[in-house]
């Protein structure tokens, strides 16, 4: 498989304070230097606990913020490659028409007043791609029913709709430019569990029927081990660990991957560890292992920061002292 | 789990609540019934709309006055109804019941630093001590609910706490009046799945120690089969189906209970191999709700009968169910997850990686 985005070294830290008269020099260092490829086809899932800096690195892969430091390079299908840091306005438009950000909450991401047609339309107007009104009002009735909403539902405004057909016409809004690049920040969250499934199977047909590379950010282990073909675990704006799906189910090799899959419920049992923590500072700037002052492993070494290196081809690693071989 | 001959510590029969709108009554509960037994945790699992918070709302008597009640809730063998407002309710919110919330951030005032915070709640219930023997009360109370150095962080306001450390001292909180019942209505969903997994340990930790009742309501039929003795399923404003919580886990009787465990994966599970089985459809409307069984439109073994007039709870053994078609034991345990009560280590996922490649 080609790849076919590379995120590359990224870092993005935020003001703490913002306004004319904010104090300057404190900083909440959200991603600190992340890397890694998404492959063509593939559903890469970004998994981590709240502020661990999953959604700014997916909105610094469509440039909703600008990085500190690192790239974006982008492998379009019909040949070349976007730079992000190098693109112009134009550019920057072709690039986020084959990169599709899917929000949430559909609740929030929907402009009440505006109908569904031109909440779906509304962006690709704008696009060179744009067929007209009559071509374009006819693909919108096709995407509807290509999410199994009615194309006559076109015309009603998103109050209209529960929370699930809310998230389908987000998804709809996503895909009538024929993206390459489906980016789902934590998109079945909000949900109901009985429809949570269907927005899942939704986008797994959806994904096969467009050809689609996705980037999958979601809290819930069960449902990331089930829909994406790759995880990437992050702490405290670095990836810890990344392997396989299917592997990562059957084995861990960092302490944080191990605790976070040993908390999912169905899985909890009393071996894990109990003891109440202070948080992660994040005004700090990381300098050991981020993972340092909750690790039951940790020793002097670890103030020193790893690297997340690949260890048999599929794997990667940031850790010195692994957990060895245990299967739980 | 306590099998002993316990007292009943809540008795709700028959309960309806009734919302007048302008678009209609909106019937939030439509008839629903259950006890609970002194020490017992009962998980209430329901998507929304399904009345799992109206319910113990109304126990707690925290429904507007506009909503019209009808049946009976009783306290330890006494109507809650008839409590006096002014007199009696504030008691039975901090010495007889006690709530915690979902979002630990919204339920304190951030003005208030812990100490004051505490004392607030103490003072109720202490009203002849002295600052300094309340501190010691609040003290005492932050080291069981495993806050570390609660002398200093009695002094920090709520915004120099995280979530979890707010949801463990909402839960302090809660504890100041030694309530006989802690009603915990979606407390860890705001939190993260580490901390999730801490606060569900603190409260069986605290249910043993106190041998307080505890209604956790969630809905997450994974995480109350792990916390929950016995388990209610809500849809609709009815109860479809109560079980002790492992075997419903195990071998759900009613289709919309097996359609909730089943509508997400099971852990280990791949795409690539397994089919997600949906539950079709979406949550009844509670203004005009369908005649028959509620959950009848979204349901595979529905039949005419099934739209006709809502089936009765049928009660089998330690077990009901509202269901004309339910699933039989052995059927449903052929799909169901084997992962409960802790047991779901290793070998099990071996298992499952084993069955799918």
Same mark, same amino acid.
């Given at each position: ?328 | ?40 945790? !009962?998980? +209430?699992?329901? @998507? ?5 918070? %109206?319910?113990? *709302? &109304?126990?707690?008597?925290? #429904? ?116 006989? !019942?802690? +009603?915990?209505? @979606? ?5 993260? %799945?580490?901390? *999730? &997994?801490?606060?569900?340990? #603190? ?132 799909? &169901? ?21």
């Amino acid at each position: 498989m080609s790849t076919h985005l590379e995120l590359k070294d990224l870092s993005i830290r935020f003001s703490l304070e913002a306004g004319l008269f904010a104090k300057y020099g404190r900083f909440v260092y959200a991603v600190n230097g992340v890397s890694f490829e998404l492959k063509r086809g593939e559903t890469y899932g970004l998994v981590g606990e709240s502020g661990c800096g999953k959604t700014t690195l997916a909105r610094l892969a469509v440039q909703m913020y600008k990085a500190d430091e690192g790239d974006v390079i982008f492998h379009k299908n019909d040949g070349g490659s976007h730079r992000l840091s190098e693109l112009k306005k134009k550019e920057l438009f072709d690039y986020r028409s084959r990169v599709k950000y899917v929000f949430q909450d559909p609740a929030r991401s929907l402009n009440p007043r505006m109908t569904i047609y031109s909440i779906l339309t509304e962006g690709y107007r704008q696009s060179p791609a744009w067929p007209g009104e009559e071509q374009g009002r006819k693909e919108a009735e096709e995407m509807m029913q290509t999410v199994g909403l009615n194309a006559e539902d076109l015309d009603r405004r998103p109050a209209d709709f529960s929370g699930g057909q809310r998230q389908r016409i987000s998804i709809a809004r996503a895909l009538i430019m024929k993206p390459e690049l489906l980016i789902c920040d934590e998109v079945v969250s909000a949900l109901d569990v009985s429809i949570q499934s269907q927005i899942l199977n939704l986008l797994l047909e959806l994904k096969e029927k467009f050809n689609l590379t996705m980037l999958f950010i979601a809290h819930d282990l069960t449902v990331t081990t089930y829909f994406c073909d790759r995880i990437g675990v992050m702490y405290r704006g670095k990836i810890v660990e990344e392997a396989p799906a299917k592997l990562m189910a059957e084995k861990r090799l960092h302490p944080y991957t191990n605790l976070l899959y040993n908390s999912i419920p169905s899985r909890m049992n009393e071996a894990l560890e109990l003891e109440a923590y202070e948080p992660f500072d994040s005004t700090q700037p990381l300098e050991g292992c981020p993972f340092y002052h909750r690790c039951p492993r940790r020793e002097e070494k670890c103030l020193k920061l790893p690297e997340l290196q690949d260890i048999d081809g599929e794997r990667r690693l940031a850790c010195y002292f692994p957990m060895e071989q245990e299967e739980s | 789990m306590t099998k002993t001959a316990k007292q009943t510590l809540v008795r709700i029969d028959d309960l309806k609540v009734t919302f007048p709108l302008r678009r209609g009554a909106l019937k939030a509960l439509r008839g629903v019934s259950y006890t609970m037994e002194e020490g017992e945790i !009962l998980g +209430i699992v329901g @998507e929304s709309g399904s009345g799992k918070s %109206v319910s113990v *709302q &109304a126990l707690m008597r925290l #429904l507007p006055e506009y909503a019209q009640i009808e049946g009976a809730i009783d306290f330890e063998g006494s109507s809650v109804f008839d409590l006096d407002k002014k007199k009696e309710l504030p008691k039975f919110r901090s010495e007889k019941t006690a709530m915690i919330f979902q979002e630990p951030g919204r339920s304190f005032d951030p003005l208030y630093s812990m100490e004051k915070t505490f004392r607030e709640t103490l003072r109720l219930h202490y009203p002849s001590e002295t600052d300094e023997e309340l501190r010691a009360r609040s003290i005492e109370l932050m080291r069981e609910v495993q806050i570390p150095q609660p002398e200093e962080r009695l002094s920090s306001y709520p915004h120099q706490f995280s979530g979890g450390q707010l949801q463990r001292v909402m839960i302090a909180l809660a504890l100041a009046g030694n309530p006989r !019942l802690l +009603i915990a209505d @979606e407390p860890t969903t705001a939190l993260d %799945v580490t901390i *999730q &997994a801490q606060i569900v340990e #603190l409260l069986l930790k605290l249910r043993k120690k106190r041998g307080m009742g505890i209604i956790f309501i969630s809905h997450d039929l994974d995480l109350v089969a792990r916390i929950a003795d016995r388990i209610l399923v809500l849809y609709g404003g009815l109860v479809m189906e109560e079980a002790p919580a492992a075997e419903l886990y195990k071998a759900p009787a009613h289709p919309y209970s097996q359609g909730l465990l089943h509508a997400l994966p099971a852990f280990g599970t791949h795409y690539s191999s397994h089919e997600l089985h949906t539950i079709p459809g979406t949550v009844p409307n509670p203004i005009h709700p369908e005649p028959g069984c509620p959950f009848a439109p979204r349901c595979s073994r529905a039949k005419d009968e099934c739209r006709r007039a809502i089936p009765e709870l049928e009660r089998k053994g330690e077990r009901s169910r509202r269901c004309l078609f339910p699933l039989d034991g052995p059927a449903a345990q052929a799909g &169901a997850d084997p992962a409960v009560d802790g047991s779901a280590d290793a070998p099990a996922d071996n298992a499952k990686g084993g069955a799918k490649s």
